[in-house]
């Protein structure tokens, strides 16, 4: 990987003397610490948040991120938890969005990846005839430095790309108690999404499925996680008010929470024009998750055909099939496609008020 970001020759750079450096972007993401150092754990001591307020917590829950220039994320939310990014070598430049914007950063679940729910709209080079809404989107764009450390709060937008020719960021996701909801919510999305996508095409799971998603689950196992999720869910809701009840001891917590110690270096990152935010960001196309795998599929919905492409990505015309045949599955009959269905059906204000009226029916 060093020696094709440095232009050396490709015998050098295998596996990719395949790729000319110019032309295409590498990115290795959601490396978990734990398992690339599972034989050396002394490691996962160099790597501490507890000047952050999370004493204890250290590489074992945290994830390794490299990329090379113009490496990114498209624009997506996490669905669980709240978010630590330190930078350790190169910049990066972070998109943010507020949970307030949702709706104009059209949210989709296809691609489908589990706890992200990706908008359909390039941040860096919007689409504003097909996604008008985002012109009220309110960007806080930061770069950031080696050294600097980003506080990405709960369900914050965020499209992440690379500046320098490597970047290196740990991060670790902060479990929150609105994650036992959201598992739910996950557990619903997960059970629709796979149900409907694969009585469509099962032959061609590939097409909708995330690269992070090994394959699709069936409905049995849909359903016990589930269950699974709506049982912890009451189990914890039944502990929080015995708490209550007893000494108060949710409520200290939810105050400790809000004063989690972030010491006096926290900057905050406030909102741009759209039109300085897009000045400052350059037009980049290419977006793709895992692009270190010996995987050699293309990644549907994850890279785009100008610019830079991912160094795993097939041709355009591969990728192009793929959208076409997926989003407009027999057009010629029909003027709604599974994807227009699902777009609806597990939007996340819909999923939300389906899990409120599935636990509330577990509750009686």
Not at 12 to 26: E, I, L, N, Q, T
Not at 41 to 65: A, C, H, Q, V, Y
Not at 261 to 283: D, N, R, Y
């Amino acid at each position: 990987f060093l020696a094709w970001t440095s232009g050396q020759p490709t015998s050098v750079s295998r596996p990719f003397s395949c790729y000319d450096s110019s032309k295409y972007w590498a990115y290795a993401d959601y490396k978990y610490i734990a398992r690339i150092f599972e034989d050396k754990t002394e490691i996962f001591k160099d790597i501490m948040w507890s000047d952050f307020g999370f004493p204890g917590r250290n590489g074992k829950e945290s994830t390794l991120w490299i990329g090379s220039a113009e490496a990114n994320t498209p624009c997506h939310l996490d669905s669980y938890g709240c978010n630590l990014v330190l930078q350790i070598q190169g910049r990066k430049r972070w998109h943010l969005f507020p949970p307030s914007n949702t709706t104009f950063l059209y949210p989709t679940r296809i691609p489908y990846e589990e706890s992200s729910i990706f908008s359909k709209v390039n941040v860096v080079n919007p689409d504003l005839r097909h996604y008008p809404q985002f012109r009220k989107a309110q960007a806080h764009v930061v770069t950031l430095n080696p050294g600097q450390v980003l506080f990405v709060p709960r369900h914050w937008w965020h499209y992440v790309e690379s500046v320098d020719p490597i970047t290196v960021s740990i991060n670790s996701w902060i479990e929150l108690d609105a994650d036992h909801k959201a598992r739910v919510e996950e557990a619903i999305t997960r059970t629709l999404v796979c149900a409907i996508k694969s009585a469509e095409n099962p032959s061609r799971l590939d097409a909708w499925l995330n690269p992070t998603e090994v394959e699709a689950t069936s409905h049995e196992i849909n359903l016990q996680y589930l269950n699974g999720a709506i049982s912890a869910y009451l189990e914890y809701q039944m502990v929080t008010v015995s708490e209550d009840r007893d000494c108060s001891t949710h409520v200290v917590k939810a105050k400790k929470l809000e004063k989690i110690p972030f010491g006096v270096h926290l900057i905050p990152v406030l909102p741009q024009s759209q039109e300085a935010s897009s000045v400052g960001a350059g037009a980049v196309e290419s977006d793709s998750r895992d692009l270190l795998s010996e995987n050699e599929g293309g990644h549907f919905g994850k890279s785009r055909c100008t610019g830079k492409q991912s160094v795993m990505s097939n041709d355009c015309e591969t990728l192009a099939d793929q959208t076409d045949s997926d989003s407009t599955a027999n057009s010629s009959q029909m003027g709604i496609s599974t994807n227009d269905l699902l777009d609806c059906l597990v939007n996340p204000q819909v999923i939300s008020l389906v899990a409120s009226l599935l636990l509330e029916r577990e509750r009686v």
